[in-house]
């Protein structure tokens, strides 16, 4: 049974960093591209970042750009997400998914498994 525990999330003021991390478990995940979405209130959720569990090639929404780093560790199955100058429209639930293959990496629904996600409360 796949599962995906994401942890790290919590309240920060505006400019300050939080990493967020995502446990995975269950299967090997050789092939697969490993996702950061988000959700804030009354918003669709939206792609945050990507990366190759194999070859760690990284992708990134423009509103992330500059500001987040997506990293895996294979031998702990961790995906990280590391949040610097955190702005107030980063506040969302922050929910970590796993898909086979590169195609779609920015939509959520060809993404198979997903994590019960994590909050980021970035204040101003």
């Known amino acids: 049974q796949v599962q995906l525990v994401e942890s790290g999330g919590g309240l920060v003021q505006a400019g300050g960093s939080l990493r967020l991390s995502c446990a995975a478990s269950?299967?090997?995940?050789?092939?697969?591209?490993m996702g950061w979405f988000r959700q804030a209130p009354g918003k669709e959720r939206e792609f945050v970042a990507a990366?190759?569990?194999?070859?760690?090639?990284?992708y990134y929404a423009d509103s992330v750009k500059g500001r987040f780093t997506i990293s895996r560790d294979n031998a702990k199955s961790t995906v990280y997400l590391q949040m610097n100058s955190l702005k107030p429209e980063d506040t969302a639930v922050y929910y970590c998914?796993?898909?086979?293959?590169?195609?779609?990496?920015?939509?959520?629904?060809?993404?198979?498994?997903w994590g019960q996600g994590t909050q980021v409360t970035v204040s101003s």
């Open positions: 998914a796993a898909k086979f293959g590169p195609s779609g990496m920015s939509i959520s629904t060809p993404y198979h498994y």
């Open positions: 269950g299967r090997t995940f050789s092939g697969y591209y």
């Open positions: 990366i190759s569990w194999n070859f760690g090639s990284t």
